[in-house]
């Protein structure tokens, strides 16, 4: 098995020889599944969802490398596709579902309790319970932050928001997971 650099990956996607292209690519979803897998799954709490989501992070990769400029690192790119992604499809969902505001924490505590795949202990429960309760963004960065140990600087680039807003916001998500579970 071939070890993956990020700089021949870059390369092999940018090359006109298609089954250069296509090797490129299968290296960079072997690399990178995993990750975004569980980023999106933090997002969107369903296993099925969570993969279907990443497919589409993957085809979205495909069809637009050609826009990708290489400011940023492909992994900075991945992950803000599939951020959007798991954004975009909790407002479908929410818009769809006719879930007033009030009760979005609501509705995802639901999914998150009817989860057959969640196999976490009481303790982790409450503590994906907390979680839930944050908006979106906030819950995104609180995820990236703590469970992947992103620095403020590689969450700036996904998020596209400065590091003191950041920083802001994930101190923000801290206190309201901790008030969560100490109210009981």
Request: glycine share 4%; no cysteine.
């Given at each position: 098995?071939?070890?993956?650099?990020?700089?021949?990956?870059?390369?092999?996607?940018?090359?006109?020889?298609?089954?250069?292209?296509?090797?490129?690519?299968?290296l960079l979803v072997g690399y990178?599944?995993?990750?975004?897998?569980?980023?999106?799954?933090?997002?969107?709490?369903?296993?099925?969802?969570?993969?279907?989501?990443?497919?589409?992070?993957?085809?979205?990769?495909?069809?637009?490398?050609?826009?990708?400029?290489?400011?940023?690192?492909?992994?900075?790119?991945?992950?803000?596709i599939a951020i959007n992604e798991?954004?975009?499809?909790?407002?479908?969902?929410?818009?769809?579902?006719?879930?007033?505001?009030?009760?979005?924490?609501?509705?995802?505590?639901?999914?998150?309790?009817?989860?057959?795949?969640?196999?976490?202990?009481?303790?982790?429960?409450?503590?994906?319970?907390?979680?839930?309760?944050?908006?979106?963004?906030?819950?995104?960065?609180?995820?990236?932050?703590?469970?992947?140990?992103?620095?403020?600087?590689?969450?700036?680039?996904?998020?596209?928001?400065?590091?003191?807003?950041?920083?802001?916001?994930?101190?923000?998500?801290?206190?309201?997971?901790?008030?969560?579970?100490?109210?009981?």
């Amino acid at each position: 098995m071939k070890l993956y650099n990020e700089d021949e990956v870059l390369e092999g996607l940018r090359s006109d020889d298609e089954l250069q292209q296509k090797k490129a690519f299968e290296l960079l979803v072997g690399y990178y599944s995993e990750k975004l897998y569980w980023q999106i799954r933090k997002m969107v709490l369903s296993h099925d969802d969570a993969n279907d989501l990443l497919q589409n992070t993957f085809i979205k990769a495909w069809t637009n490398i050609g826009l990708f400029r290489g400011e940023a690192k492909l992994s900075t790119w991945l992950y803000k596709i599939a951020i959007n992604e798991s954004i975009t499809f909790l407002n479908k969902l929410k818009t769809r579902n006719m879930v007033p505001i009030d009760d979005e924490n609501i509705y995802l505590l639901e999914r998150l309790e009817s989860d057959t795949y969640f196999d976490g202990d009481e303790a982790e429960m409450k503590l994906q319970k907390a979680i839930v309760t944050l908006p979106d963004k906030q819950r995104a960065v609180f995820n990236m932050r703590f469970f992947d140990d992103m620095s403020y600087d590689e969450i700036s680039e996904i998020m596209g928001t400065s590091v003191g807003a950041l920083k802001a916001s994930y101190h923000h998500a801290s206190k309201k997971i901790e008030d969560f579970l100490t109210k009981d």
